[in-house]
């Protein structure tokens, strides 16, 4: 069974950094893609970013220069470093590996007061 738990949200002012982690079971962890999505109120799930088995990264224009996305294979886990944060940043980020199929995590709320 597959299983994706994000941990590291919160409420923090702007201007202020976050780092969230996405702990990952019951998936071939190495070869997956991992990324980070989130959704606002009342907007559209956005994808945040995104990062490969070989270590290709993307980002959504809206973060690029401020969101970094990493991942230690080792420990099965992925990152979203989030500094410079805005009020607009403030939404559930979802974790999700992708191999065949795709899996979410519960989501982590973010808040960034003014």
């Known amino acids: 069974q597959v299983k994706l738990v994000e941990s590291g949200g919160g409420l923090v002012q702007a201007g202020g950094s976050l780092k969230l982690s996405c702990g990952a079971s019951?998936?071939?962890?190495?070869?997956?893609?991992m990324g980070w999505y989130r959704r606002a109120p009342g907007k559209e799930r956005e994808l945040v970013a995104s990062?490969?088995?070989?270590?290709?990264?993307n980002y959504a224009d809206s973060v690029q220069g401020r969101f970094t996305i990493s991942r230690d294979n080792a420990k099965n886990k992925a990152y979203l470093q989030m500094n410079s944060l805005q009020p607009v940043d403030t939404a559930v980020y979802y974790c999700y590996a992708f191999y065949a199929s795709r899996y979410w995590g519960q989501g982590t709320q973010v808040t960034v007061s003014p």
């Open positions: 019951g998936i071939i962890f190495s070869i997956s893609v």
């Open positions: 990062i490969s088995s070989g270590y290709n990264i």
